[in-house]
């Protein structure tokens, strides 16, 4: 990677980092906007009132039912759609490749060095009423699991009836879920399930339920700040 790129990425982690310094660690009357997964203490269903700031990108993540808010640290492009990297507070970071998650550090399970291949499109794969299948390799910690080989199958499902779903109508979007066949005995882990704005010729993920392991599963979706006091999409 050219010197330029690789201090342009660095830049904008360090400008995250220290944007949240400025924004969260040093000002009280905020609530607590980016929590760590481990320390999550907004009760559920209290985060409504949050206040976000408007110049930053979040996605909304609970897990146990418990919200955090992670905010968008930059963006690069990808065949596979764009990879967005999230960081909380604490630097633990989820970084998503086209609405899949591809890196998880500093939980308590981690992906790394995560690959995609042959990923279909959302259309694509809608269209297919038996689904589509593509390979995923990934190294997985703690454990030193390296390599780890998936088969993902997406289908095409109808709207959960149970979702963390937030603001938006689980009917405005097109729903999908993946299984996983994996190389390693026991490394199966639940299914992941998407949901996809099909609207005006998109195919953005909204929405998602995965997990990193069978005891790390979490919800995410996208969260558009519009002021702080309409919070509509």
């Given at each position: 990677m050219?010197?330029?790129?690789?201090?342009?990425?660095?830049?904008?982690a360090?400008?995250?980092?220290?944007?949240?310094?400025?924004?969260?660690g040093?000002?009280?009357?905020?609530?607590?906007?980016?929590?760590?997964?481990?320390?999550?203490?907004?009760?559920?269903?209290?985060?409504?009132?949050?206040?976000?700031?408007?110049r930053?990108?979040?996605?909304?993540?609970?897990?146990?039912?418990?919200p955090?808010?992670?905010?968008?640290?930059?963006?690069?492009?990808?065949?596979?759609?764009?990879?967005?990297?999230?960081?909380?507070?604490?630097?633990?970071?989820?970084?998503?490749?086209?609405?899949?998650?591809?890196?998880?550090?500093?939980?308590?399970?981690?992906?790394?060095?995560?690959?995609?291949?042959?990923?279909?499109?959302?259309?694509?794969?809608?269209?297919?009423?038996?689904?589509?299948?593509?390979?995923?390799?990934?190294?997985?910690?703690?454990?030193?699991?390296?390599?780890?080989?998936?088969?993902?199958?997406?289908?095409?499902?109808?709207?959960?009836?149970?979702?963390?779903?937030?603001?938006?109508?689980?009917?405005?979007?097109?729903?999908?879920?993946?299984?996983?066949?994996?190389?390693?005995?026991?490394?199966?882990l639940?299914?992941a399930v998407?949901?996809?704005?099909?609207?005006?010729?998109?195919?953005?993920?909204?929405?998602?339920?995965?997990?990193?392991s069978?005891?790390?599963?979490?919800?995410?979706?996208?969260?558009?700040?519009?002021?702080?006091?309409?919070?509509?999409r």
């Open positions: 050219p010197f330029t790129r690789l201090a342009v990425r660095v830049l904008c360090l400008s995250a980092f220290t944007a949240f310094a400025v924004l969260y040093c000002s009280s009357g905020l609530n607590a906007v980016v929590q760590t997964f481990q320390d999550a203490v907004v009760p559920r269903g209290a985060d409504t009132d949050v206040a976000l700031n408007p930053f990108q979040y996605i909304r993540v609970t897990v146990d039912g418990r955090a808010y992670l905010a968008l640290g930059y963006e690069r492009a990808s065949p596979y759609g764009p990879i967005r990297t999230y960081y909380s507070a604490s630097k633990e970071v989820l970084e998503f490749q086209g609405g899949r998650l591809v890196r998880a550090a500093g939980l308590t399970s981690e992906w790394r060095n995560v690959e995609l291949i042959d990923v279909p499109s959302w259309r694509a794969a809608a269209a297919k009423e038996s689904g589509a299948v593509w390979l995923r390799m990934r190294d997985v910690m703690p454990g030193y699991r390296y390599g780890v080989r998936d088969a993902v199958t997406l289908k095409r499902i109808p709207a959960p009836q149970k979702i963390g779903l937030q603001r938006l109508n689980p009917g405005e979007l097109t729903w999908f879920e993946e299984l996983m066949t994996t190389d390693v005995p026991g490394a199966i639940p299914r998407y949901g996809v704005d099909m609207t005006a010729g998109r195919e953005e993920p909204v929405y998602g339920e995965q997990c990193v069978k005891d790390l599963c979490f919800t995410w979706q996208r969260w558009d700040v519009v002021g702080t006091a309409d919070k509509r």
